[in-house]
């Protein structure tokens, strides 16, 4: 059975649950034994049941139960902290990045840097370097911003821009590589030297 197939059935066994657990107003606590009797027979049963199994319940669920997965969890976004500089001048290095944004270092969690280049073509236009940064905290962020959003560059070149910062688009950092315990171990080995 394919895989969407097993989560459209499971899904339609959860609506049908869902819809036979469900009390009608009419047979609630407080209904008449009138209104009961119209009620299937089962029903009343298997609430009974469940009331005394687990307490209340309330349109078929349990009263402890019925919180969502969702509510538990603060829908809250996280403050954004990773920014993304562009525009700076194609020659810039990625040491005279550093220096420019040397008072910043010590709140910086992570950065990259990636160079421009300037092409040989005078048809091309030349591609800007950018910088994406991630800092420890919103303040350090604001600061940096108000600081240098708009300011003007000039590379050694005489290329002249300014900057933009603006919120990354994608605020996850990459994870560090993990180094693999057989690197530069062939030289070690048995059959290695053999051959």
Avoid: C
């Avoid at 339609?12 to 009961?36: I, L």
């Avoid at 349109?59 to 509510?71: F, I, L, M, Q, V």
């Amino acid at each position: 059975m394919s895989k969407t197939r097993k989560i459209l059935l499971s899904r339609s066994r959860v609506d049908t649950e869902q819809k036979f657990n469900e009390v009608p107003p009419e047979s609630g606590p407080q209904a008449s034994s009138a209104d009961r009797s119209n009620s299937r027979p089962g029903k009343q049963k298997q609430l009974a049941k469940a009331e005394k199994t687990s307490g209340p319940i309330y349109n078929g669920k349990n009263e402890s139960k019925a919180t969502d997965h969702n509510e538990s969890v603060s829908n809250v976004p996280l403050p954004k902290t990773k920014s993304v500089i562009r525009h700076i001048p194609p020659s810039f290095t990625e040491d005279e990045f550093n220096g420019l944004a040397a008072p910043y270092l010590p709140h910086i969690d992570w950065k990259y840097f990636v160079a421009g280049k300037v092409h040989k073509s005078k048809s091309k236009p030349a591609t800007f370097a950018r910088a994406y940064i991630k800092f420890s905290s919103v303040d350090h962020l604001l600061k940096f911003h108000k600081e240098f959003s708009g300011k003007v560059l000039k590379d050694n070149n005489g290329f002249e821009t300014a900057i933009q910062i603006e919120f990354a688009p994608y605020e996850k950092i990459p994870r560090k590589m993990k180094s693999d315990r057989r690197e530069g171990t062939i030289e070690k080995s048995e059959i290695y030297t053999f051959i």
